[in-house]
């Protein structure tokens, strides 16, 4: 059953080609019950997929259905409301074959018992190692990686042109030399702060939020965080904002129109909000974190792909319609131009290398993390957010603080 390379690249081109062409952007959000299933089928597969992802996904649908008599159904919903709508139908027999989704949701859907293994067969040196320990939870594969994005330092080299530093420290007198309004660009809020970006500079201190077991997987009970490492990077994020560099009224739009106002050579972000610098003419590049604390920085990898239902009636089929279909090379690059994350399949980065903007994410997710997936993960991100928050403020002694929200965060987690 596995397809032809060649025939999924053109009539995959062509779809979407002609999908291009006929679109006016009125295509309902609802269902696609269109493809109905044909006598003498020898199965039918249901696919809930977003507007983002459904040109590229229907485009191989009919490709696989050519080649196998079996027949894809879609529904397309809202990316929000799939993980949810899922959970709830899958236990009474439900709900659809094949989902789209993100990586943290894994542990919920291992929780609620709505996910079957995948299994990748020889093809598993093909991907990028850490979207497979993404989609993975207890050592074992739930998820086929199609994408991969994570956060790195965007520099605008117009305003700087000698090499990025080696520290952070550096890095911030480097940029406070050029005398633009603002250093190093790092989104917060005023209430919930942003550990999502500031988590390579914790990283550096060695302090991951989270242990893992003997297996690589990540361990609730080890909160990695509680530690001297932590409590020192707690102390950094206070001088950080003693300088000014952090401040908690700098937002995700401030920031983005001040790096493109050219009001600082520096910003950590993701490839979202790069390619609008892109197009208003900047010249960027894409640049590791430098450490703050002497360790490596590692920021969070979120990764996209596509999970089976625990109770398919076609699992085998749905298996290889997922693995030997969504996951070559023409479908990953497909996904790559509709939504713009990087594919999570090597050779498909490799062929992309010539963009310095994905390469240049690409090298600085290597070495990141996957973002926890496990349930515990939701418990964390309320204290984490507010206590940097309060050290950015300069509202208390940072090791007390910093003390205050992992005992506050493990009690949560023993008591859920």
Excluded at 152 to 173: H, I, Q, R, S
Aim: with cysteine.
């Amino acid at each position: 059953m596995r397809r032809s390379i060649p025939v999924v690249a053109v009539t995959l081109g062509l779809a979407l080609t002609l999908a291009a062409c006929s679109s006016d952007g009125d295509e309902p959000a609802a269902e696609d019950t269109s493809a109905a299933p044909a006598a003498g089928s020898a199965g039918t597969l249901t696919v809930w997929v977003d507007d983002t992802r459904s040109g590229p996904v229907k485009a191989v649908a009919k490709v696989f259905e050519e080649e196998t008599d079996v027949t894809v159904k879609f529904v397309q919903k809202d990316f929000g409301k799939i993980r949810d709508d899922f959970i709830s139908q899958v236990p009474a027999g439900q709900g659809p074959d094949i989902i789209v989704g993100a990586h943290d949701w894994l542990g919920k859907l291992v929780q609620n018992g709505v996910v079957a293994p995948i299994e990748l067969g020889d093809r598993t040196d093909e991907f990028l190692p850490v979207s497979l320990s993404a989609m993975s939870y207890d050592g074992t594969l739930y998820g086929l990686p199609y994408s991969v994005e994570n956060i790195g330092l965007v520099k605008n080299n117009a305003l700087v042109t000698d090499p990025t530093p080696a520290t952070f420290d550096e890095l911030v007198t480097q940029a406070q030399a050029v005398g633009t309004e603002y250093s190093v660009l790092v989104q917060q809020d005023e209430v919930n702060g942003d550990p999502y970006h500031l988590y390579p500079l914790q990283t550096s201190f060695g302090a991951p939020v989270f242990g893992t077991d003997a297996s690589g997987a990540y361990d609730a009970s080890q909160l990695a965080m509680n530690t001297d490492g932590g409590k020192a990077f707690a102390a950094y994020v206070a001088k950080l904002g003693a300088e000014g560099v952090l401040k908690s009224t700098i937002s995700g739009d401030i920031a983005k129109e001040a790096f493109l106002a050219g009001q600082a050579p520096y910003m950590i972000t993701g490839p979202w909000n790069v390619g609008d610098f892109v197009s208003a003419g900047m010249d960027v590049s894409i640049e590791k974190v430098p450490s703050a604390g002497g360790q490596d920085s590692q920021p969070f990898v979120g990764v996209q792909g596509f999970f089976i239902s625990a109770k398919s009636e076609n699992a085998l089929l749905a298996n290889e319609f997922v693995v030997n279909y969504l996951g070559t090379q023409d479908v990953q690059l497909a996904l790559y131009q509709a939504g713009g994350r990087a594919p999570a399949l090597t050779a498909a980065v490799e062929s992309i290398s010539d963009d310095p903007v994905v390469s240049g994410f690409a090298a600085v997710g290597e070495d990141g993390v996957p973002m926890p997936s496990i349930p515990a993960m939701d418990t964390v991100w309320a204290d984490w957010g507010a206590t940097e928050v309060a050290l950015i403020n300069q509202q208390g002694d940072p090791a007390t603080l910093w003390t205050q929200m992992t005992d506050s965060i493990a009690a949560k987690i023993a008591a859920s």
